[in-house]
Every structure is written in C-alpha cells, then in structure tokens.
C-alpha cells in the first residue's frame, strides 16, 4: 500500500482482489464525527499513474480538504453559537423569574439587595435547649442561615461587642454574662433583614414583648433584660460591624440586583464561559458527569483573564480535588 498525506487529508492506494487498484482520499472531520473518504478513481497499478492522473488526484485532495476546512468552521462557529444561546437562555430566564417575583411583591419587599443580620442565642437560651425553636422561627420568618458558629465570648470581646453600651451602668454586668457560657452565632439573610429579626424577637425586656407582641422569642424564651433569650442588631450598619468582629473572613458584599448583575456577568463572565463551553463540547472529555465538571473547573482556572500574577507569574493553582 502507497499512501500520500496532504494536511489533514490522506491519500490511499488499496489493492482489492479481482478488481482495479483503486485510490481513495480519507479526511478527519470533527462535524461529521467520522473520516470522510473520498473515491477519486481506479489506478492501474501495473502501468502506473501517469502525471496527468498524479495532478488530477492532488487537485482532488486539495478541493476535499478545503471543503472540509469550511465545514469544520461553519461546525464550530455553530458550537459557539448553541453555548452562546444556551448562557444566554440560562440568564435571561434567572432575570425574567427575579423581576416576576419583584413585581409581584409588596412594596416593602422591593429592595435593592439581600441584608444581612446577626442573631445570637445567648448562654440562658442555649443551656436551656430552646435552639431548635429559635432555627424554627429563622425558617418560618424567611431567613436563610448564612453562616454559624458556637462562640465563646472573653470578656474583652463582649466588651468590643457591646462598646456602644459602655457608658450604660449594667454595661460590666452584661459582659460578665456574654462571656459566662458559650453562644450561638448566626448570619441571616433577607431583605431588611435586622428589620425583620427585631420583629421576630421582640422588644428587649421580656415582660414588655409578652404584653406587645407574645408570639416574639424574647415573650417565649426570655427572662429578663440581661437574660432575653437572644441579641439582633438594631440596623444594617450595626450589622455589618458585629458580623465583620465575629466573622472577620465572611464576604459581606450586598448581592447585585438584575440589571448590575447582568451588566457584570456580560462584562467579566460571559466571553470566558462561552469560549469554555465550547472547548469543552469540542473535547467531550468525559461520560461521567463529575469527570466532566472537574475538566471545566480545570480549563476555567487555566483560562481565567483576571488571575493575579505574582513576581511576573501566573498566581498559585488551587488543587481540584479528584
């Protein structure tokens, strides 16, 4: 068998019992998702192929690979352009479905952004096992958990907790308490979210929330100013403080409404995500789902226009783990 390459074509001389050598040209297309081959014409062998047949198979090697080069752009200018539909309908359908919801809200709902807020169940409430009780009110009032932990105040930093109290005559007394006995420290999520945790627990001093609003955590669970079950921050600013003191490494960053969030995901996401998209319907790296989501973490890492450079060099890869 002779063979004769021209790019990615190949040329092919193939010897069949009872009939002509026959030359056939092979070309790998990546559209067609198989070689395509091409029958030029019947050689025969024991004279040769003579100059004017040479030419005329090289022409028909060069017009094959052409052909199939124009296929292969129109195939992946149509690969960019399904990912480009496919990022496109995802984000559309998330805005269409926030801007349904806002407009179907009450007034009071319609807020720029997510607050976030602080809840504490303080040391009386959490040794007496009313937590679960106190997650179920989070729940049943809309919040969503952002982050948790269990705190052990010392008294210096219930002191910096409660600096704005400092000049109050109890201020040592309640410090004293905060830093007695481990408590539960909770981020909540929601629109006027510190607005909405006040409501939910209530006025400060117990006996009050039992007569104004009995259904409050403080009317439930609490025993006296000092002892009122749990702590919220009294507006969003104050929030973002005691949030910022407990949880020193939590992103407080307000969520973008729909229009900033589009603007940021068509200026910074969009190219990145359709370039990845297509890379990876190119490759089909894997049938296995989570093989394949660890291919695309790995290209966006590799791929990603805004990492930083350290000494002139490309920052540290984060390790994906298998």
Do not use: C
């Amino acid at each position: 068998m002779a063979e004769e390459e021209s790019a990615a074509a190949t040329a092919a001389i193939v010897e069949e019992e009872g009939v002509p050598t026959r030359l056939w040209v092979s070309v790998n297309s990546l559209s067609q998702k198989k070689p395509v081959t091409l029958f030029v014409e019947d050689v025969d062998k024991t004279r040769g192929a003579t100059s004017g047949e040479n030419a005329a198979v090289a022409s028909t090697v060069s017009d094959l690979v052409t052909e199939t080069i124009k296929a292969e752009i129109l195939y992946q200018q149509d690969q960019a352009k399904v990912a480009v539909e496919s990022v496109d309908s995802v984000v559309d359908e998330a805005i269409r479905t926030e801007l349904q919801h806002k407009a179907q809200a009450t007034t009071h709902d319609k807020v720029p952004y997510t607050e976030l807020t602080l809840a504490l169940i303080k040391p009386d409430a959490l040794k007496a096992g009313y937590e679960r009780e106190i997650r179920y009110t989070m729940q049943a009032h809309g919040f969503v958990i952002v982050h948790e932990s269990q705190i052990q105040f010392t008294n210096v930093r219930a002191a910096l907790f409660y600096d704005h109290h400092q000049d109050k005559p109890w201020f040592e007394k309640l410090t004293r308490y905060m830093s007695s006995a481990p408590v539960h420290a909770f981020v909540l999520g929601k629109v006027r979210a510190a607005r909405s945790w006040n409501v939910a627990i209530g006025p400060t001093d117990p006996e009050q929330a039992r007569k104004e609003s009995p259904l409050s955590l403080r009317a439930r669970f609490g025993k006296d100013i000092l002892r009122n079950a749990v702590h919220g921050s009294f507006n969003a600013a104050r929030a973002r403080h005691e949030i910022k003191l407990l949880f020193p490494n939590l992103i407080l960053d307000p969520l973008l409404d729909p229009p900033k969030a589009r603007f940021y995901f068509d200026k910074f996401l969009k190219k990145t995500l359709i370039e990845g998209l297509t890379a990876l319907a190119t490759a089909k790296p894997h049938s296995e789902p989570l093989q394949v989501i660890r291919w695309f973490a790995q290209w966006l890492q590799h791929h990603n226009p805004y990492r930083p450079f350290v000494d002139g060099k490309k920052h540290v890869e984060v390790v994906i783990p298998d």
